[in-house]
């Protein structure tokens, strides 16, 4: 177990690193405290995730944290996260699985990286199925991978409103019988312009943004297994 | 009659005409009220142009917009695939920069407006300015320099050169970018376009944090505004808030017209103008789809009450999506009439 002050240290100079969106200080952050003696698993769990959760809780605050931060925030925790695993001294739990894409018809994929990003962090095992995706094969690749979230981007409102999108998904699920193994969670802007989009569109839950999806995602994941 | 451009002139000299200007943005609706397919109507500027004067005609608001489709910039660059949609608008389906190896193979053309793409507009323009010219303000849209790498590659690959580099690479993507910009604002405004929304989202702290903004972002956007000039220039966050930079851009910049997003506050934006600029205060267009008419009576009044008093303010939509319900439109276009009424 490493001293509280070298933990502190390397939370506080991590932090900065992410709000700063410089990724090659985390990175060396992160070195440092591995030669100051700080173990793999301290750093996944005392420090990449708690900074992740620190992110989430400024966006509900409405501090000030831009779509930058969260994209980095997101890739630095993925880049950190697979580089630490190996040194684990017991292989980690898999948190769950997951198949993410944009709705068909939707060419935007920012905010599902985002999401991967923070997933992969979580040590969650995520499919990126990629952009215009129909809703058979949200469907197929979730049964495929044994995943029990459908992650659905949209960035436009036909895109999140239309047939093709979750609405497409949820008639599947319902045909199948899925509904209750396979939960959908939807995100991109027009959520944000409207908050009850998501039960328009029949999803199980949204998120305002990545990385907050990411949280909401692993809760959601959690919920099915258990 | 008192005209669109006559609601603007005043509210921008911070006098009174007989009501606000209303912009209303209706772009992918023009296809439906020609009765074509969206590939179809896009194809032709004078399609363009004559749904744009039939929509203001109909609705009485005070604009008219000479751009077909975000995206529309990366086929003047190279963009060989349009994605069409009979329910919404067109995407970019390719980008024209798939590794940073493309990046110098990227060329800006001599002359924008020898491209076909182009001619179209040009046309669009000659109608729109034959018909209402001097009448009803002709809008341009306008991607930043700083923006437009988003869409030749892709926002995630745009933001992962942007923050990691190789500068190298980077700087000369925004230099040719930067290049573009001015070439395009010069040839629109050489076409008749009145105002030309600035789409600045990397000038917004909602999309990168302040100290990247004044580090990076303000000196890309300083060389656009200086190399074109402010005449006409809307500044827009592409819908991010604005109110914490608009007294940044008026120090910097000299920009006049403020482009809100619905999720800043109008009064206080109001305040850090301080009678500075125009204000347009944006209305959330994408609530229209299952408000009443209640509903949208009763926010369009709060958004016009924020922004009204002291003047030098304009209401705004985004760009309304098509599910909009014809009679939605009409809701909020009579409440922002009688609301933003002297």
């Known amino acids: ?226 | 009659m008192t005209t669109g451009m006559d609601r603007l002139a005043a509210a921008i000299k911070g006098e009174r005409s007989d009501r606000i200007p209303v912009f209303c943005n209706l772009l992918d609706q023009g296809a439906r009220e020609l009765g074509m397919s969206s590939q179809e109507y896009f194809s032709k500027g004078e399609h363009v142009a004559e749904a744009q004067l039939r929509m203001r005609e109909k609705y009485g608001y005070d604009n008219v917009w000479a751009l077909f489709y975000i995206g529309r910039e990366a086929e003047l660059l190279g963009c060989k695939e349009i994605m069409y949609a009979e329910d919404g608008p067109p995407s970019v389906a390719d980008f024209v920069i798939k590794s940073n190896d493309d990046v110098s193979k990227l060329e800006v053309p001599a002359d924008i407006t020898d491209h076909p793409a182009f001619a179209e507009e040009l046309n669009c323009f000659r109608m729109l300015r034959s018909e209402v010219g001097g009448s009803y303000p002709i809008c341009a849209y306008v991607t930043s320099a700083m923006a437009l790498p988003s869409m030749l590659m892709g926002m995630d690959k745009w933001m992962e050169l942007l923050f990691l580099g190789p500068a190298d690479v980077r700087d000369e993507l925004l230099g040719k970018c930067h290049e573009f910009f001015v070439k395009e604002t010069r040839a629109y405004r050489e076409a008749g376009a009145d105002l030309l929304f600035y789409s600045s989202p990397f000038g917004s702290t909602d999309v990168v944090p302040l100290e990247f903004l004044m580090s990076t972002s303000l000196p890309w956007i300083k060389k656009d505004v200086e190399a074109v000039g402010t005449p006409g220039l809307v500044y827009m966050g592409a819908m991010s808030r604005i109110t914490n930079v608009i007294d940044l851009v008026i120090r910097e910049t000299g920009i006049g017209a403020f482009y809100l997003s619905p999720f800043d506050d109008v009064a206080e934006a109001k305040e850090v103008v301080a009678g500075r600029a125009l204000a347009c205060g944006i209305f959330n267009d994408i609530k229209l789809i299952d408000w009443s008419a209640r509903e949208i009576r009763d926010e369009v009044r709060k958004l016009i009450d924020a922004g009204k008093p002291g003047g030098r303010f304009a209401f705004g939509t985004m760009l309304m999506p098509l599910a909009i319900p014809e009679k939605s439109i009409r809701a909020m276009l009579e409440a922002a009439f009688e609301s933003g009424s002297y």
């Open chain 1, 1 to 226: 177990m490493t001293d509280v002050t070298t933990i502190e240290r390397t939370i506080k100079e991590y932090n900065e690193a992410v709000f700063d969106t410089d990724r090659d200080r985390a990175l060396e952050v992160v070195h440092a405290a591995l030669e100051r003696g700080v173990t793999p698993e301290e750093i996944v769990f005392k420090v990449v995730l708690p900074a992740m959760d620190r992110m989430i809780k400024s966006i509900s605050e409405a501090f000030d944290t831009s779509l930058a931060q969260q994209y980095m925030t997101a890739q630095i925790a993925d880049s950190v996260v697979t580089e630490m695993i190996p040194g684990f001294k017991r292989a980690p739990q898999v948190g769950g699985r997951v198949v993410i894409g944009s709705a068909e018809g939707d060419l935007h994929s920012l905010g599902k990286r985002i999401v991967i990003g923070c997933l992969r962090a979580r040590m969650i095992e995520v499919t990126d199925l990629g952009v215009n995706v129909p809703p058979e094969r949200f469907v197929d690749e979730a049964v495929a991978h044994d995943a029990s979230i459908i992650g659905i981007s949209a960035m436009m409102v036909h895109t999140a409103r239309g047939p093709n999108g979750s609405l497409g998904v949820r008639k599947i699920l319902r045909e199948r019988g899925l509904e209750d193994r396979i939960k959908i969670v939807v995100g991109g802007a027009p959520y944000r312009y409207d908050h009850d989009l998501y039960k328009t569109v029949q999803a199980d839950a949204w998120a305002e943004d990545g990385v907050t999806a990411g949280g909401i995602i692993a809760d959601l994941a959690e919920g099915v297994r258990t």
